[in-house]
Antibody
Framework: QVQLVQSGAEVKKPGASVNISCKASGYIFTTYAMHWLRQAPGQRLEWMGWINGGNADTKYSQKFQGRVTITRDTSATTAYMELSSLRSEDTAVYYC????????WGQGTLVTVSS | QPVLTQSSSASASLGSSVKLTCTLSSGHSTYTIAWHQQQPGKAPRFLMTLEHTETYNRGSGVPDRFSGSSSGPDRYLTISNVQSEDEADYYCETWHTNTHWVFGGGTKLTVL
């Protein structure tokens, strides 16, 4: 069955970067896009960007442009999301989700930004 | 870009039906949306896509107690025979030209 398994929780200091992985299995990785989203405490879900699983084209939300980088490794069937220049407002659970309809979700990765 | 509006809360008795609403902003009434369920402490789970034509497509493993319907800018999620495990937050989302995705604020469903 389709599974997305994300890397574990992270604690970072302001100004640092975080890199989260999302290991996909149960489907042909290159035929679906992978999206990244986040959910800050008490906030609605927020879309960050996506990567084409085949040609690695990316699109980012304007809000995160310049701070977020999404990559993928087809041999490892894994997508990655790096967010830089972290601030306290970036404390959130980060999710990967498959395809434009987000039909499968990772379990989430809690990122805490604190000095 | 579209904006999605949802009521903050709803309640339903065990075994009853409940209809949740997601409203698209003006000028976006024909957009397709997706419904997701988020149980407490868990990741969201895809329920279905729902078109303005009322065509909906449930995700794999989603019970047929979950159905969708549409009227103008409103998109509905109906849960029949409500169960205790349906107590969750329900989010609608939509996308614009494959460059932007937006979510509603979510509806917290309480099962009485």
């Amino acid at each position: 069955q389709v599974q997305l398994v994300q890397s574990g929780a992270e604690v970072k200091k302001p100004g640092a970067s975080v890199n989260i992985s999302c290991k996909a299995s149960g489907y042909i990785f290159t035929t679906y896009a992978m999206h990244w989203l986040r959910q800050a405490p008490g906030q609605r879900l927020e879309w960050m960007g996506w990567i084409n699983g085949g040609n690695a084209d990316t699109k980012y939300s304007q809000k995160f442009q310049g701070r977020v980088t999404i990559t993928r490794d087809t041999s490892a069937t894994t997508a990655y999301m790096e967010l830089s220049s972290l601030r306290s407002e970036d404390t959130a659970v980060y999710y990967c989700a498959r395809d434009y309809i987000h039909d499968k979700w990772g379990q989430g990765t809690l990122v805490t930004v604190s000095s | 870009q579209p904006v999605l509006t949802q009521s903050s809360s709803a309640s339903a008795s065990l075994g009853s039906s409940v209809k949740l609403t997601c409203t698209l902003s003006s000028g976006h009434s024909t957009y397709t949306i997706a419904w997701h369920q988020q149980q407490p402490g868990k990741a969201p789970r895809f329920l279905m896509t729902l078109e303005h034509t009322e065509t909906y497509n449930r995700g794999s493993g989603v019970p047929d107690r979950f159905s969708g319907s549409s009227s103008g800018p409103d998109r509905y999620l109906t849960i029949s025979n409500v169960q205790s495990e349906d107590e969750a937050d329900y989010y609608c989302e939509t996308w614009h030209t494959n460059t932007h995705w937006v979510f509603g604020g979510g509806t917290k469903l309480t099962v009485l």
